[in-house]
């Protein structure tokens, strides 16, 4: 996709409400995303710095997003390296009217450093991943209520504030002992899940992905209607 065929998307997006950031590293990191251990060591961190908001502004972009995560996160922070780059890429965006956000898991290790919090707009909690194709118990749910609630708390005892903690939830399950996993939908939903496979490559949709409580228990759903109804009267 050319940039100019991007900066149409982008606008197209924003034209109807949305905000749009990118997203950087991930989970799995492929070679062309570069070292980012190297990116953010101080005798390139302003280059990269600089680059992430060329990009921002070449795009349109409303923002960027971190996705440094697990041991290469703990990697960076341990050098010493992780916050003095958001403090940077923070000031950037502060300038030019755009967001810093991130995502991050919620066990040891695996955790943004308290001391970078402040600079994030934003700070997007990866509540899954419970289990996996080689952790956890095979057949165990991998995205709880539990789970989100444990998750929010603890970064709530961190200092994120409430206004600034958005809770990841996943568009995806995992199959086991030779299985696929499946998900069975009713027709309307179907078509809204073969418009999220168009997405399933990327972390976190924009838009188009409504969220919705097809598989989540009765008891679950009228434990959030209360924070919700509480959310619309504020």
Request: proline residues 6%; contains cysteine; hydrophobic residues 40%.
């Amino acid at each position: 996709m050319s940039v100019e065929a991007l900066r149409k998307t982008v606008a197209r997006l924003q034209a109807g409400g949305a905000k749009v950031l990118i997203s950087t590293a991930g989970g799995v990191i492929p070679g062309c995303s570069g070292d980012w251990k190297a990116l953010l060591a101080p005798e390139r961190r302003a280059a990269t710095v600089a680059a992430l908001v060329e990009l921002a502004d070449t795009l349109g972009l409303d923002g960027v997003d971190i996705d440094i995560e697990g041991q290469l996160l703990t990697e960076i922070d341990h050098a010493g390296d992780y916050t003095p780059s958001i403090q940077a890429l923070s000031a950037a965006m502060t300038e030019r009217g755009k967001l810093l956000t991130c995502a991050t898991a919620s066990y040891e290790g695996g955790m943004i450093p308290v001391s970078s919090i402040p600079y994030f707009d934003l700070v997007n909690v990866m509540s899954y991943d419970a289990i996996g194709p080689s952790w956890g118990q095979p057949g165990a749910e991998h995205s709880t209520l539990a789970m989100a609630e444990r998750d929010l708390d603890l970064w709530l005892a961190r200092g994120v504030a409430p206004d600034r903690l958005v809770l990841g939830v996943p568009f995806y399950g995992y199959g086991f002992g030779g299985e696929k996993g499946e998900l069975v939908l009713s027709r309307s939903r179907r078509r809204t899940w073969q418009r999220c496979d168009q997405y399933r490559c990327r972390r976190r949709p924009v838009r188009r992905v409504p969220l919705h409580h097809a598989q989540q228990p009765r008891d679950d759903r009228e434990k959030i209607a209360p924070f919700r109804r509480k959310r619309r009267a504020a």
